[in-house]
DNA sequence: TCTGGGGTCCTAGGACCC
DNA sequence: TCTGGGGTCCTAGGACCC
């Protein structure tokens, strides 16, 4: 299950058959999973984390030019091997085995997006398939959905089937000129990997990350400004921890908040980012802007003395006010009473999410679908005060 | 009541500059 | 009818990945 046990994110093939689809919410399927006492278990990211790392270092063994693309995949450069590959590939399979317990499957070919599919098709043919004999890869392509290539997604294969390209063959055989004047260089990218001329390079050296986030759904609805900063502030240190951890400095802070998107009220949505005088990871100071980031998403244009409210006690509700100065202490009087305007106007909508991320860039960026209502929140703030 | 959480890259178009 | 012709930077949004 996901973060809060809300969703199914991975299944066994037993769920599988029972219908359980990926990321179907939990609380959606209560019935099924009573039928068929499917089992529910939490995630452990920690555990997966470290196990990724052992299968890893197992994989360093076999060479040295190695990318590791994901937890649970890698990229590994057997040029200049000696023997057919399939045997070192299967001994590559066995060592992780015993070394880890873990079951792989490897997929041996030319290209990256080749490998990949080749991979793929390991599961099915004894967990190592290569895809390097001109014939074979025609008669694999042709059976493989456009779709299932890496690199396209819902998006395009709903344009290529609209001009015919429903197999991986049809796509490897269409004019990559074509593709890329109609899509971008990325879709050709996958055309010219698919003939297996590589174009995809492999990254031996991880890049640093440009943008940490951290957010999280709240596992019920948020209606007051104590725990809205307790939240954020927490997203923060975990952020700096991360920053930390990666030897980075964050040059910018963004906070976003969300309301409830399953729900049918009236959304709201909004987002505020900030550049930090000094790149920094350090805890108390990402924590402090973070907090002071969220006084701005709902105060943002509301002239103090117009508002004219009253000095709500913060340290009564749990904030620690020693983080603020003067202007916080402004900005937050306004927070609180336009969050209780915001209680009384989306009612049980209100805050169901928020995320706190920061950026080596000097404007961290987390563009949401979600549509932003600053300006209509800001008109309602004036009117109601 | 409960509905995942991270990331990256590319492109189009507008603002602005000379 | 004529109406310059290049550029760069930034942002939003789309698309993809795990």
Not at 103 to 124: F, H
């Amino acid at each position: 299950m996901s973060n809060n046990d809300g969703c199914a994110i991975s299944r066994s093939n037993e769920a599988k058959a029972l219908g359980v689809k990926m990321g179907a919410p939990i609380h959606k399927m209560k019935d099924l999973i009573e039928r068929h006492r499917i089992v529910c278990l939490s995630s452990n990211y920690a555990l997966y984390g470290d196990m990724s790392k052992r299968v890893m270092n197992v994989l360093r063994m076999f060479t040295p030019q190695i990318e590791v693309y994901s937890i649970d995949e890698a990229f590994l450069n057997l040029e200049g091997i000696a023997g057919p590959l399939k045997d070192y590939c299967l001994r590559i399979r066995e060592t992780v085995i015993q070394r880890t317990g873990i079951p792989v499957g490897v997929g041996i070919a030319n290209t990256k997006t080749l490998a990949k599919a080749a991979n793929k098709m390991s599961k099915k043919n004894g967990g190592v398939f290569e895809l390097t004999d001109p014939a074979k890869i025609e008669g694999a392509l042709a059976n493989y959905d456009v779709g299932e290539v890496w690199g396209v997604g819902p998006a395009l294969t709903a344009h290529y089937a609209r001009r015919g390209i429903t197999t991986a063959l049809q796509l490897r055989d269409a004019d990559a000129k074509d593709i890329e004047r109609k899509h971008s260089v990325v879709a050709a990218r996958t055309v010219l990997e698919l003939r297996g001329v590589p174009s995809i390079p492999i990254e031996e050296v991880t890049p640093d990350k440009k943008n940490i986030c951290v957010s999280r759904g709240f596992s019920r609805p948020v209606f007051t400004l104590h725990e809205l900063c307790e939240s954020v502030s927490v997203y923060a240190s975990r952020a700096a921890e991360k920053a930390r951890e990666q030897g980075l400095n964050a040059r910018s802070m963004s906070v976003f908040v969300e309301t409830n998107r399953f729900k049918d009220v009236k959304q709201y949505a909004n987002s505020y980012s900030i550049e930090l005088p000094v790149p920094t990871s350090d805890t108390m100071e990402l924590v402090r802007f973070a907090v002071r980031i969220v006084a701005m998403l709902f105060v943002d244009g509301i002239e103090y003395k117009k508002a004219g409210v009253l000095l709500n006690d913060l340290s009564s509700e749990g904030v620690q006010t020693n983080l603020f100065d003067d202007e916080d202490r402004m900005r937050l009087m306004r927070l609180n009473r336009a969050m209780d305007l915001v209680n009384k106007d989306w009612g049980d909508g209100c805050l169901s999410f928020a995320s706190c991320g920061i950026g080596r860039s000097w404007i961290t960026k987390f563009s949401k679908r979600t549509p932003r209502y600053t300006s209509r929140w800001n008109e309602l703030a004036v009117a109601r005060t």
